[in-house]
Nanobody, 123 residues
Framework: QVQLVESGGGLVQAGGSLRLSCAAS????????MGWFRQASGKEREFVAA????????IYPDFVKGRFTISRDNAKNTVYLLMNSLKPEDTGIYYC????????????????WGQGTQVTVSS
């Protein structure tokens, strides 16, 4: 059974930083592309970052480029999301996700999802 467990969310002031972690089990982690999506209250889930199986390739939407960094440690079966210069509009539930194959920004292409971790950025 595949499990993705996020941690590291919380309340932070605008301009601050948080690092999210996602521990994976039940899958051959080093063969999966991993990603992060987020969902604000009343809005659709949106793509935040993705990383390929080796960690050599990453993709981001424009609104987080230069602020967020995704990384992974295959020895620990863990993917991270470092978020700097946080803004109130970054508030939402952040979900870890995984898919077999290459990175993708498309929600429907991801097979496995965590339960999410809340990030709240105060102004």
């Amino acid at each position: 059974q595949v499990q993705l467990v996020e941690s590291g969310g919380g309340l932070v002031q605008a301009g601050g930083s948080l690092r999210l972690s996602c521990a994976a089990s039940g899958l051959t982690f080093s063969r999966y592309a991993m990603g992060w999506f987020r969902q604000a209250s009343g809005k659709e889930r949106e793509f935040v970052a993705a990383i390929n199986w080796s960690g050599s390739g990453t993709i981001y939407p424009d609104f987080v480029k230069g602020r967020f960094t995704i990384s992974r440690d295959n020895a620990k079966n863990t993917v991270y999301l470092l978020m700097n210069s946080l803004k109130p509009e970054d508030t939402g539930i952040y979900y870890c996700t995984g898919r077999w194959g290459s990175t993708s920004s498309r929600l429907e292409e991801y097979a496995y999802w965590g339960q999410g971790t809340q990030v709240t950025v105060s102004s």
